[in-house]
């Protein structure tokens, strides 16, 4: 079996695994994803903010309300751009302008239509268009990178031959 062919094998395992997380966190009610976030919020906030625990509750609330949305936002591209990397890896290679780099945007952006859809029936959760978008950009942001290795890797092997 061909390198490549191992390659897009764990790539298409990778993506069957960040699918299963994504929905997870979807899962999570509003409590214990704030939770989530919350924990990695409270460790930026005391790396940035030395005198965090002395200033008056309401600029604490609004500190960290502001780094949560910047993190949950965020936490939204990055897997997004893990599943968009993965999903193009395990396609193959191509011309970035193609129809399988369109169609692995398109699954993308309709996994994170169902992926918000589902956040809706979950409790304190919403469904949010924006996240859509974000969660579309970090694929594309995703398949861009795997383009640009893809081209090295081409590159290179065609240099050794």
Do not use: P, W
Request: glycine share 4%; charged share 20%; aromatic share 12%.
């Amino acid at each position: 079996m061909k390198k490549i062919n191992i390659l897009r094998i764990f790539s298409a395992l990778l993506t069957f695994i960040i699918i299963i997380i994504i929905f997870l966190f979807s899962s999570e009610n509003a409590d214990n994803s704030s939770d989530t976030s919350g924990y990695l919020v409270k460790i930026i906030i005391s790396f940035f903010h030395e005198n965090f625990e002395s200033m008056a509750k309401y600029q604490q609330k609004e500190i960290f309300d502001e780094i949560s949305h910047i993190i949950r936002k965020t936490a939204h591209f990055s897997i997004y751009t893990a599943l968009g990397f993965c999903l193009s890896l395990a396609v193959g290679k191509r011309k970035i302008i193609s129809l399988k780099s369109f169609l692995v945007i398109v699954f993308c952006f309709l996994y994170a239509c169902s992926d918000e859809i589902h956040q809706y029936f979950v409790a304190g959760r919403s469904c949010m268009f924006t996240d859509v978008i974000i969660d579309t950009c970090g694929s594309i942001t995703g398949l861009a990178i795997s383009a640009i290795i893809l081209t090295i890797i081409s590159k290179k092997s065609k240099g050794r031959t």
